[in-house]
C-alpha cells in the first residue's frame, strides 16, 4: 500500500503486473452491453491482472507478501471507480465522472494496481466473461472481504493501517465470502449445468452481485446476448457480513484467480501473461439505483468432514513416522549438526472466522488446508530442515499437496515443492520392499543441494536480483507452511481432522 500523494511509476506497474486491456473480444459481449445500456445501466470494462506479490513487496506497493504460495500463480481483478466515486491517485475517472459535483464519493484506498480493491453499491454487479485456465491439476475463482474501516475505540497499534480523513481509515482482513468456485464445481461449455467432464479450456461466466434481483437482471441480459444459462456461474456477497456502499468507510473487496500446476507450464505462463485475451471483466451499475430487495443469505458452506481419515487409510502410520523421524535423526545429525523437532499447527481459520474476529486471513481459501511450523531460523549456510509426512495425494484426500518456506516478515513465500514432485522420496527411508512407504515424503530445505537428494533451495533476500521480497536471508525468522488442497469427495479441502498433520525438523550447526 503506498501514500496517496506518491508519484505514480506507471511504466513500473505495468512490468510488475503484466496487465493490458483486453484486446480479443468475447463472442456476444457487445450485445450484452447494448442489452444492458437499453436497460438503463452503466457498463465499465476492468480487466483480470496477473498478480506477483513478491515483485509489488520487493518494489515497496505492498508490505508483506500474503503468505504467497511460492510458485503457484495468482490473478485478480482490476475494476474501474464507480460512477459517481472519485477515482484514487493511479486511477482513471469511472464513465460519466463530474468531479465538480458536489455529491461525489470518497475514493477508494489508494492501492498498486490501481482498482485490485474496491468498494461495491449493494446493487451493483460484476461480470466475468471468458475462458477458464488450461488444463492442470487445479483453478479457482474466489471474492473476498479485503480493507474493513477501523473499529472505534479498538487499538490497531499493531496492525498497519491505511487511508486518511477524508477517505477513512482501514486495515486488511483479506477473508474469504464462500466456497471458491473450481475445476471441480464450476459450469463451464465443457461441463454444462455443472456435468462432470473436463472444465479447463473452456468458456465461462461469473456474476458476483449481493442481491438475487440484480443477479436475475445479469442473467436476462447474458441469455438474451445468447449465453447459456448453463456455463453462468453465481459468485454471492452475503450483506449480512459486510458494509456494502460507496460512502466513507463502507468495505472493499477482491477477487482472486489461482491455478497450480499447468499441465504444459509455457501454456499456463502464456495464459497468465496474456490472460486478458481470454478473460474480460465488466462493472455494471443502474443509473437510478434500485432498492436491493432480496438480498443473498449467508451460504450453506461445504462440509469438509467425510468420515475416513488418513488414521484409517494407513493403519500403521504412528509407527511409520516414529520410523521415518528416528531414521531421519541417524542420517542428517551429527557431532556437529543438532535436530530441533518443529511443531506443526494451524495456520489460518476460515473467512467467516477472520471477519467476525477482525483479523487478516491473507485471503485464505476453502479448497485447501493451511499448517505451519513454528518459526525458526537458518543461522548458518550449513543449518537445514528435513520435512516430513504423510503424502495427502497418495492417500485420497488432496489432489495434491505442497509445502512452502516463508519469512515471517514479508510472509513471503520463496521455495517449495509438491506432491507431484515428492511422490516416494521417502521409500529409502524405510526397509526395501516396504508397501506403505508410497503414503509418505521426505524432503530438504536448504541453502545447498547434496547430490542425489531431494532438495529445495532457500535463496537470500540480501542481494536478490530478483528483489528482496524473493528470498530469506540467515538469521531471520521463517517458518513453513502444509497445504492439501481439495478432497474429490468434498469439492473442498479436506477436514484438518482427517489429515495426519505434516512434520518438520531444523538441523543447525552446534558451536
Known sequence: MMPRGLTWLALAICLVLHVTPCAASTENVSEFISILEDKGFTVQEG?????????????GYVNYCFGNNA????????????????PSPRQAPAVGYDPDAADNYPANLDTVPAGMIYKLRPDEAIVLIGSTPPPARYFSFRSYLGFVENRPGKDYTDTPTFGDDEIGWYHRIYCSLGDPLNHLNMWTSNTPGGAAGNA??????????????????????????GY????????????????MGLEKGKDTFLTIMRAALWDQPDVGSNYLDNIGDHIRVFRITPNTPIAAGEPWPVPALRVRETGVSEYQTIPNAAADLEHLRQEIIRRHGGAQLRPVHLDTDIWLPEGYTGIFRDVDLLAEDRDTTYLRTNFFQLATDDDFVIVYGVNHEQTGKAIYSNFSFYGVELLNGVAGTSSAEYANSAADYFPPGYENSKYYYVYKIARRATAGEPCVLVPYSTGNHSGK?????????????FRAYIDVNTQVGPSLFEIIWDRAILFTKTP
Not at 510458485?71 to 472519485?86: E, K, N, R, T, V
Open 47 to 59: 480487466r483480470m491482472g496477473k498478480l506477483n506479490v513478491l515483485e509489488l513487496c520487493s518494489a
Open 200 to 225: 479447463f479450456g473452456s468458456a465461462t461466466v461469473l456474476i458476483t452481485t449481493a442481491d438475487k434481483g440484480i443477479n436475475r437482471m445479469m442473467r436476462d441480459a447474458l441469455t438474451a446476448a
Open 71 to 86: 510458485g503457484f500463480p495468482y490473478a485478480i481483478y482490476i475494476l474501474p471507480p464507480s460512477p459517481g466515486q472519485d
Open 228 to 243: 447459456s444459462p448453463d456455463i453462468i456461474n453465481d459468485d454471492n456477497i452475503p450483506p449480512s457480513l459486510v458494509h
Open 469 to 481: 521480497a524473493f528470498g530469506v536471508d540467515n538469521s531471520k525468522d521463517a517458518y513453513i507452511a
